[in-house]
């Protein structure tokens, strides 16, 4: 990565601390250009939230090449299992920045991930979000995305699956013998 790009990053980073910064980087024409966005998690010291609205701003300079964010006070720096499904949803490349270490890593979308043996994040990497990925997988297929960071299944109100396959197209078989 270009140096004028890491001393943007490192400056935004810089600044942000003791929370986590995050930006993009887009390229517009022959040039890229980093562009510092703002945190809107409830806990910007543990995780971060990229505003919505300052991600689509960016869109506009140009093409979206990569989501980055910083990891304060870290003893590694590893994208955590919540980075690696963030990044493959959104389909472009990711870079993280220790700090105030400096240390930066890259990582990419992973598009076909293991189906057995993956590990269980509410709302992220769950159970509909498996049988989302076996569809993409096997037959080319993509369904709505049903999943929420809530354990919805506690107040028996709702169930996110049985309230939603229908919609999906799927339908019920009964079996007589």
Same mark, same amino acid.
């Given at each position: 990565?270009? @140096?004028?790009?890491?001393?943007?990053?490192?400056?935004?980073?810089?600044?942000?601390? !003791?929370?986590?910064?995050?930006?993009?980087?887009? =390229?517009?024409?022959?040039? =890229?250009?980093?562009?510092?966005?703002?945190?809107?998690?409830?806990? !910007?010291?543990?995780?971060?939230?990229?505003?919505? #609205?300052?991600?689509?701003?960016? #869109?506009? =300079?140009?093409?979206?090449?990569?989501?980055?964010?910083?990891? !304060?006070?870290?003893?590694?720096?590893?994208?955590?299992?919540?980075?690696? /499904?963030?990044?493959?949803?959104?389909?472009? @490349?990711?870079? /993280?920045?220790? &700090?105030?270490? *400096?240390?930066?890593?890259?990582?990419?979308?992973? #598009?076909?991930? +293991?189906?057995?043996?993956?590990?269980?994040?509410? *709302?992220?990497?769950?159970?509909?979000?498996? /049988?989302?990925?076996?569809?993409? =997988?096997?037959?080319?297929?993509?369904?709505?995305? &049903?999943?929420? +960071?809530?354990? &919805?299944?506690?107040? *028996?109100? @709702?169930?996110?699956?049985?309230?939603?396959?229908?919609? #999906?197209?799927?339908?019920?078989?009964?079996?007589? @013998?």
């Amino acid at each position: 990565m270009r @140096e004028k790009l890491m001393a943007a990053i490192r400056e935004h980073v810089a600044a942000e601390y !003791p929370k986590e910064a995050c930006g993009v980087i887009v =390229q517009a024409a022959a040039a =890229q250009t980093y562009i510092p966005c703002r945190n809107t998690s409830d806990k !910007p010291t543990e995780h971060f939230t990229l505003a919505p #609205e300052d991600y689509l701003s960016a #869109e506009t =300079q140009g093409d979206v090449l990569m989501i980055v964010h910083s990891h !304060p006070d870290v003893a590694t720096l590893v994208p955590s299992e919540m980075d690696r /499904i963030q990044c493959d949803h959104s389909g472009v @490349e990711w870079g /993280i920045m220790s &700090w105030p270490d *400096g240390d930066f890593c890259t990582f990419s979308p992973r #598009e076909d991930r +293991d189906l057995v043996g993956r590990r269980w994040v509410l *709302g992220h990497a769950d159970c509909w979000t498996l /049988i989302m990925d076996y569809y993409r =997988q096997m037959h080319g297929l993509t369904l709505n995305n &049903w999943s929420v +960071d809530y354990e &919805w299944w506690l107040d *028996g109100k @709702e169930n996110r699956y049985d309230d939603n396959w229908q919609a #999906e197209g799927f339908i019920e078989i009964v079996v007589v @013998e």
